[in-house]
């Protein structure tokens, strides 16, 4: 059975950094996504990055302040926030889904992944 579960949310101040964790677990599949999306209280949700079991990470995916990757060994993907602002508070939500050979995994696909986990909040503060 596939279970996600992060950790690692917390409150930080202005220019901080976070690292958030999201262990997987029974993805046995030859080829998966897992990604981190985010979503605020009245706002839609939104990919933040992803990553391919075979490590591919997308064009879409790496972004400036926060950078993803993965322990294979250990089935955790990672997410490091870096330069915190007030606009990245929101709830973190670790998702996987199952891909065909050859599929990229985008972040703006994310919120659509069929498995995600019960979140991690993030509070910035100025």
């Known amino acids: 059975q596939e279970e996600l579960v992060e950790s690692g949310g917390g409150s930080v101040q202005t220019g901080g950094s976070l690292r958030l964790s999201c262990a997987t677990s029974?993805?046995?599949?030859?080829?998966?996504?897992v990604g981190w999306f985010r979503q605020s209280p009245g706002k839609n949700p939104q990919g933040v990055a992803a990553?391919?079991?075979?490590?591919?990470i997308s064009s879409d995916s790496r972004k400036g302040r926060f950078t993803i990757w993965q322990d294979k060994d250990a089935g955790t993907v990672y997410l490091q926030m870096n330069g915190l602002n007030t606009g990245d508070t929101a709830m973190y939500y670790c998702?996987?889904?199952?891909?065909?050979?050859?599929?990229?995994?985008?972040?703006?696909?994310?919120?659509?992944?069929?498995?995600r986990g019960q979140g991690t909040q993030v509070t910035v503060s100025s």
């Open positions: 029974g993805f046995v599949y030859s080829g998966y996504c």
């Open positions: 998702a996987a889904k199952r891909v065909s050979s050859g599929e990229w995994c985008y972040a703006s696909d994310i919120p659509t992944y069929r498995y």
């Open positions: 990553i391919h079991s075979d490590g591919s």
